[in-house]
């Protein structure tokens, strides 16, 4: 049964839009949320994270919104670079326990 | 400042056999932690080393163990592979207790078995 629902497999956008990428979780225990990107033959890089206590955090062109009664997620990219198309996980945890991953979405910025 | 590094890049195995993948820590981490990347799935835990012991295990059966070495390298062996182990196994080294988000991944070992 997966924790972590990223049910967007791919999305597209053009160079200069949003991104909006979502994420949904399952277990209320959970209180600590990260973005994660990966480009091809690299491994994940952190890119945002968000605490429970928080409803948003901003990063730059980055940010992550947090609904917790909806218990989910979302990244937005404004603007959109060509740079930014790479696979994106959502990872949750709470306290030390390990992250757990959603299957990710790949995103396309198209010039 | 040297990253977290990886190897082999690439290996392929057939079934039943035995395979070692090895990860070396960031400097001044002193705590591996092992992923399974299948295709199309999210990294998902196999089990993390710190002290040289194992520290907390994911829903990995016995075949799969590890080591973790004083200069805090680690390894990851799977014995009797099976085809459903083809992925890409990701180290990730932190320091214990620090935030979840300083956890850095290395570029992953891709396993093929044939």
């Known amino acids: 049964d997966q924790q972590v629902k990223q049910n967007s497999p791919s999305l597209s956008v053009q160079e200069g839009r949003i991104s909006i990428l979502n994420c949904d979780y399952t277990?209320?225990?959970?209180?600590?949320f990260l973005w994660y990107k990966k480009y091809p033959a690299e491994g994940p890089t952190f890119l945002i994270s968000?605490?429970?206590?928080?409803d948003k955090n901003e990063d730059g062109r980055f940010t992550v919104f947090l609904n917790k009664s909806a218990k989910h997620l979302s990244l937005h990219i404004v603007p959109s670079q060509p740079g930014d198309s790479a696979v994106y996980f959502c990872?949750?945890?709470?306290?030390?326990?390990?992250?757990?991953f959603g299957k990710g979405t790949r995103l396309s910025v198209i010039a | 400042e040297t990253g977290v590094t990886q190897s082999p890049t690439h290996l392929i195995k057939t079934r039943g056999q035995q395979v070692t993948l090895r990860c070396s820590s960031q400097?001044?981490?002193?705590?591996v932690s092992w992923y399974q990347q299948a295709l199309g799935q999210g990294p998902q835990f196999i089990f993390q080393?710190?002290?040289?012991?194992?520290?907390g295990r994911g829903n990995f059966p016995p075949r799969f163990s590890g080591l973790q070495f004083p200069n805090y390298s680690s390894e990851l062996n799977v014995n009797a592979l099976e085809l459903d182990d083809s992925a890409l196994y990701l180290c990730?080294?932190?320091?214990?207790?620090?935030?979840?988000?300083?956890?850095?991944f290395g570029p992953g070992t891709r396993l093929t078995v044939l």
């Open positions: 968000i605490s429970s206590i928080k």
């Open positions: 990872a949750v945890t709470s306290g030390n326990t390990p992250l757990v």
């Open positions: 080393y710190y002290r040289e012991e194992e520290n």
């Open positions: 990730a080294s932190s320091f214990q207790g620090g935030a979840p988000n300083e956890q850095f």
């Open positions: 400097s001044g981490h002193n705590t």
């Open positions: 277990n209320s225990m959970f209180d600590y």
